[in-house]
């Protein structure tokens, strides 16, 4: 699904392009990320239409509502400064 952000008065593109088995690619104006569920684990167990349903939330990041995820756009670009931490409840 195409989405559109607005970023200093422009429209900007949020796609997700494929959902593979490894993992899903998406579209940023920054390029094409491929986002891996060993590090992405929220996209795992969702079902298609929950993963095409992206959309900006600010200039900074996208949101998958249906799911609860917020990413930000630095996070994807940079994942070295974002560890994931997760806890078993």
Known sequence: MN???????????????????????ISIPE??????????PWFKNARVDEVLDVKSEGNFAIRWDKLDVDLEIDSILHPEKYPIIMNNL
């Open 3 to 25: 989405r559109i952000l607005r970023k200093n008065g422009e429209n900007i593109s949020v796609k997700v392009l494929a959902i593979t088995g490894n993992g899903i690619l």
């Open 31 to 40: 390029g094409d990320f491929f986002l891996p569920y060993s590090d992405y």
